[in-house]
């Protein structure tokens, strides 16, 4: 196993055993283990800045759950850095079609390309009201409408 592949081993089981801790009682705060984040941050790295989709996909998710600030004071302190990070790493895994990260780039993103990820997301709704589902009174916007904005932004959605 190479070591992109090994990385993203590593990050499932770290941000699932996460995940699983968090669920357990949701009311509280959950400092993540951010030494072992800060290491996976530097193994995923490499691979990321080489075009790893899912690499690039993980140090996302890892600065937007910002799991590399051990307490609420850093993730406070952190937090325009963080994503900023986040944002750099989802424009990245978008652009090679990973809808799941053009979803996040509309709802956690900032500067102009996650702007004009909104601005496709709006032109989207207004055009193709038929991919909106519906619970009750609440539009649902599941992966058939994140996948066609994938397309039209940048020509092409993946299942990542």
């Not at 801790?21 to 691979?47: G, I, K, N, W």
């Not at 890892?62 to 750099?88: G, N, P």
């Amino acid at each position: 196993m190479d070591e992109a592949t090994q990385a993203i081993a590593d990050f499932q089981v770290a941000i699932r055993d996460y995940v699983e801790t968090c669920s357990r009682s949701p009311m509280e705060y959950h400092a993540p283990a951010a030494d072992v984040f800060q290491a996976l941050v530097t193994r995923l790295r490499p691979a990321a800045e080489a075009g790893h989709l899912h690499s690039q996909y993980a140090l996302a998710t890892i600065h937007l759950m910002k799991l590399t600030c051990a307490s609420v004071e850093e993730e406070q302190q952190y937090q325009q850095r963080e994503i900023e990070q986040a944002t750099r790493w989802l424009v990245a895994a978008a652009r090679q079609g990973c809808w799941p990260a053009v979803d996040n780039l509309v709802s956690s993103g900032v500067g102009p390309e996650a702007e004009r990820a909104r601005e496709g997301w709006r032109k989207l709704e207004a055009e193709q009201p038929d991919l909106i589902g519906k619970q009750g009174n609440m539009p649902v916007y599941g992966p058939s409408f994140i996948k066609e904005l994938c397309r039209r932004l940048y020509g092409k959605g993946i299942d990542a």
